[in-house]
């Protein structure tokens, strides 16, 4: 369902300290701006079968949000390629395409046709999406007096509602008390047991021992090991 083919990753981090868009613009064209090269990823290759979910762990800044985002072609690679067959739904930044100033009730819909579905199908949709979120108290509130777990919540009961082909899970199932992240938890291996294929980052290991049948570890941009969950969980925790 998924291959990664000699995947490279570049950023440009600037080196100076600029403190306006004014005085960015003139270094800019000044040529007075320097940077230095920043390598997120560099030469990863993989692949995933379909109804298999793996999962992605290593250390803050190792390059598992950036995999996941070209993955879910929010960006493109340097160098290398990804190919992915059939749909996705990436869980990467939970209430990203919200508008702040609408209520719940209006971002369920906005966020439908988002994704390609029309109204009455939202309409079919918005109990179950304001029953696992657990918000109907709050439906016709403005999300901007929401907090930032009740967003993603909202956000993950959108995201799910539907059954992807290929469901892409960033660091999401922290949002809400414990309660909450077991539906999450739930909701994911119902998916996975539709015959999904499930990519999966997390700093818990409980989670990606419990979701996941095999692993990839990366750190400092390249893998480190790959296997199956509970032997790269394991040299992982050792580390």
Not at 125 to 140: C, K, P, Q
Request: charged share 25%.
């Amino acid at each position: 369902m998924v291959e990664v083919d000699g995947v490279s990753m570049l950023f440009n981090r600037s080196k100076e300290q600029v403190d306006n868009l004014k005085e960015y613009l003139v270094r800019v064209f000044q040529r007075k701006l320097f940077f230095e090269e920043f390598w997120a990823l560099r030469d990863i290759s993989f692949n995933i079968k379909r109804g298999e979910s793996i999962g992605i762990v290593g250390l803050n800044g190792s390059g598992k949000s950036t995999l996941l985002k070209i993955i879910a072609r929010v960006m493109k690679p340097t160098n290398g390629e990804v190919r992915v067959f059939g749909s996705v739904a990436p869980l990467i930044e939970l209430g990203a395409g919200f508008d702040m100033d609408l209520s719940a009730r209006e971002n369920i819909f906005l966020n439908g046709a988002v994704l390609g579905l029309n109204r009455s199908e939202m309409r079919r949709r918005f109990d179950s999406i304001m029953d696992f979120s657990e918000l109907w108290d709050f439906v016709d509130v403005p999300i901007k007096n929401f907090s930032s777990g009740m967003i993603a919540r909202l956000g993950f009961a959108i995201a799910t509602s539907s059954r992807p082909d290929i469901l892409i899970v960033d660091e999401i199932l922290g949002v809400g008390d414990f309660k909450f992240q077991k539906k999450c938890e739930d909701r994911i291996s119902e998916i996975i047991g539709t015959g999904a294929t499930v990519i999966f980052v997390s700093h818990s290991i409980e989670q990606v021992l419990d979701l996941c049948q095999r692993a990839v570890w990366i750190k400092n941009g390249r893998i480190v090991m790959m296997g199956s969950a509970k032997e790269v969980c394991g040299a992982y925790n050792n580390s």
